[in-house]
């Protein structure tokens, strides 16, 4: 069966440090991969997805960036993080055919301060 | 801008009763719905999904119901359990875009 996996699950940083997320999925070849972020009492907001390797389509431009250096490994990155890039951060993953099925990581609650 | 503290809907159940949660989707056009479940700091829970070529399609002790004519999604859960107490929130799709809902909050009461 498919699993994935998001880490890590809660992460305090400073403003103006760097950020790194990392989600990975077992058990399927070729996923479409995504990165949400929720923000309380909201709609999930689309970051990123990636439907190969090195492939990335940014939804909102934002102080995030995304890799997907192998074909289940998907990353989301910063070079210094903001006081509004706290949130909660959710990796997914659809498999091939796009639109179909998404299924959610356990989600990084990242607290900027 | 986004507030913080927004408070959701809230759906109050007894326990051993059955539950209805309520969705309206913006684009009659979407062709796939999925309900899932969210528990406090945890990521969302597939629970169900359908195609819009359906209008019913049962689950173990769910149900979900689509009404394309006033783009309404529903998920019916039969004898709530505590362990039901949750966000639930739908998401439909169209050209492969999922756009999400905001969720109802779902507490069962003993």
């Known amino acids: 069966s498919q699993t994935i996996h998001q880490w890590p699950a809660t992460l305090v940083q400073p403003v103006g440090s760097p950020l790194s997320l990392e989600c990975t999925v077992e058990?399927?070849?070729?996923?479409?991969l995504y990165w949400y972020r929720q923000a309380a009492g909201r709609g999930l907001q689309l970051l990123f997805y990636s439907v190969g390797i090195g492939q990335i389509s940014s939804e909102v431009p934002q102080n995030l960036s995304a890799s997907r250096p192998q074909d289940r490994q998907f990353i989301l990155s910063s070079k210094k993080l903001l006081l509004s890039d706290s949130g909660f951060y959710l990796c997914a993953w659809s498999p091939g055919q796009f639109g179909e099925k998404l299924f959610f990581g356990s989600g990084t609650q990242l607290s900027v301060l | 801008g986004e507030s913080v503290g927004l408070h959701l809907p809230t759906l109050s159940v007894q326990e051993g009763d059955n539950s209805i949660i309520n969705c309206a989707y913006s684009?009659?056009?979407?062709?796939?719905f999925i309900w899932y479940k969210q528990e406090s700091g945890k990521g969302p829970q597939f629970i169900i999904d359908i195609r819009s070529n359906m209008d019913k399609r049962q689950g173990q002790r769910v149900t979900v119901l689509l009404n394309k004519t006033v783009k309404h999604l529903s998920l019916q859960i039969a004898a709530t359990q505590p362990g039901d107490s949750a966000v639930y929130f739908c998401?439909?799709?169209?050209?492969?875009?999922?756009?999400f809902g905001a969720g109802t909050q779902v507490v069962v009461t003993p």
């Open positions: 684009n009659s056009a979407s062709d796939y």
């Open positions: 058990g399927t070849s070729n996923p479409n």
């Open positions: 998401a439909e799709t169209l050209w492969g875009k999922f756009q």
